[in-house]
């Protein structure tokens, strides 16, 4: 994985993305606050990656990488989460550069795995 960083306020999400894919030229999905999540994984899709909804620490498969938002600092859509790549309850990638706290509230997030 090659780590890409936000150079924006909102464009985690976008760099999570263009970090698992490898992709330089990533739409900015926080854009249309309706369809967002839908649009991320039929992205992810069309570039070979299959995408489980999860909604709690427990679930998340320590041997995938998962993008998740955590800690409500940053206004995303309405949401106030800011996205980050895991695996299990580690944090892997912070595109903002943020040192995450330890206890940390997961509020969603998209499990991947390449099919």
Same mark, same amino acid.
């Given at each position: 994985?090659?780590? $890409? ?9 976008? #760099?999570? $993305? ?7 030229? @990533? ?9 967002w999540m839908r649009n ?5 899709? !069309? ?21 998740? #938002? @955590?800690?409500?600092? $940053?206004?995303?859509?309405?949401v106030f989460a800011h #996205? $980050? ?7 892997i990638h912070d595109p903002?550069? !943020? ?17």
């Amino acid at each position: 994985m090659k780590k $890409v960083f936000q150079s924006e306020e909102r464009d985690c999400l976008k #760099a999570c $993305v263009a970090s698992l894919t490898g992709e330089n030229n @990533v739409p900015d999905f926080s854009s249309n606050s309706l369809h967002w999540m839908r649009n991320v994984k039929r992205y992810l899709a !069309r570039r070979g990656f299959a995408t489980k909804t999860v909604s709690n620490c427990g679930k998340i498969d320590g041997r995938r990488y998962t993008i998740v #938002a @955590v800690d409500p600092v $940053v206004n995303i859509c309405g949401v106030f989460a800011h #996205a $980050v790549i895991m695996r299990g309850n580690k944090v892997i990638h912070d595109p903002g550069r !943020r040192k995450i706290k330890k206890n940390y509230e997961l509020i969603y997030g998209l499990e991947l795995r390449k099919t």
